[in-house]
């Protein structure tokens, strides 16, 4: 009798996780980026991301451990555009603001949500925190494109624009 409902269980579990395998969200921008780099993507969700920034030797600027701001801003431009999901997101702005360093071996945990969608806009806000300590915020304004943004005619008119001008 153990023996069924030990099997009906497991079951049931492989259920859930087909169920959850169906619904699940795959990347659709940003496939290629360096993951060493802007943080590995724990949790992708329409709307909804979270991603780990482990800091490294390659991001430190100084004997003290600091790390470039740099790679933080970048792993949040990276949650921002994962949130939005869109093959062609381009961050057009951002506001943010650096609340504490960030140094060397910290684990920098990212959430990322769109808070604001309107026709092709996005704005996605987002925070980082070392253990319980807010380092990092921002408001990030992007556009989603039909085509990718180097392939836009814009580009190709300015191309034309400076063969003229030679």
Request: glycine share 6%.
């Amino acid at each position: 009798m153990s023996t069924e409902k030990e099997i009906h269980d497991e079951e049931l579990e492989l259920d859930d996780y087909r169920e959850s395998e169906e619904n699940a969200v795959i990347l659709s921008t940003h496939e290629n980026i360096n993951r060493d780099l802007n943080g590995e993507l724990l949790k992708l969700e329409k709307g909804y991301v979270e991603l780990r920034l482990t800091t490294t030797s390659d991001m430190v600027v100084d004997d003290q451990g600091l790390i470039h701001s740099g790679f933080v801003f970048s792993a949040a431009d990276f949650a921002a555009m994962a949130a939005v999901n869109e093959r062609n997101v381009v961050l057009v702005g951002s506001d943010c603001q650096f609340l504490s360093p960030v140094k060397f071996g910290d684990e920098v945990n990212f959430v990322a949500r769109v808070r604001h969608t309107e026709g092709r806009k996005r704005n996605i806000y987002v925070e980082a925190h070392v253990l319980d300590i807010k380092v990092f915020e921002g408001e990030f304004k992007t556009v989603i494109t039909d085509r990718h943004v180097l392939k836009l005619k814009l580009l190709e008119d300015g191309d034309k624009a400076l063969k003229r001008a030679d």
